[in-house]
């Protein structure tokens, strides 16, 4: 059984977050532990993610929201450690107006190509993000690229509850990555 770790972003996911009712729901995912989720720092995430991914068995899948897609893409540029694919939900534009100015360091998005497949999730009303920046962070990453709607940052204040159409998102990434030899 693969192991997904989700990787919330800044201030983690709530109970009503779709990554911690994923987290309740299925003993597959676990969650990255940073030292803190209020005052993110760059270094001490990736190490954090670093530990995750060293404490899987096999390589994981990365399931991760807002800032953590930022997260995953520096993790990129810094590891040799493998990953099975990453799971991008609502990456943020560290440009915008509402980029969180304790996320600073998180600046600037990588643009390097990611060295394992990808999928990019955006909404077309996310207030960290215009769908522009989405899609061209997915084309510098070499990401898949799939629009659900209108669904805010895809977080708790979506309204999403356990968000079954990004299970079904995910399920049909992992079963690409089966495809082509990387059971989910």
Not at 76 to 88: E, H, K, N, Y
Not at 124 to 152: I, K, Q
Request: with cysteine; glycine share 8%; net charge negative.
């Amino acid at each position: 059984m693969r192991k997904m770790i989700t990787l919330p972003g800044i201030g983690g996911s709530g109970d009503a977050h779709w990554q911690s009712i994923w987290e309740a729901a299925d003993a597959r995912f676990a969650r990255f532990r940073p030292a803190s989720w209020d005052q993110p720092e760059l270094d001490d995430w990736v190490q954090s993610l670093e530990r995750a991914v060293e404490s899987c068995t096999e390589p994981p899948v990365l399931v991760a929201h807002s800032l953590a897609c930022l997260l995953v893409a520096h993790w990129a540029a810094r590891t040799r450690s493998a990953i099975a694919g990453a799971f991008l939900v609502s990456v943020p534009d560290p440009d915008g107006a509402a980029f969180p100015e304790a996320a600073t360091s998180f600046t600037p998005a990588p643009t390097s190509p990611l060295p394992f497949p990808s999928l990019v999730i955006a909404s077309t009303n996310d207030p960290y993000s215009t769908l522009d920046v989405a899609r061209r962070r997915a084309g510098d990453w070499h990401s898949e690229f799939s629009v659900v709607g209108a669904l805010g940052h895809i977080n708790a204040s979506s309204g999403l509850d356990d968000w079954q159409q990004g299970r079904a998102l995910l399920e049909a990434f992992c079963a690409g990555l089966a495809a082509s030899g990387t059971d989910c």
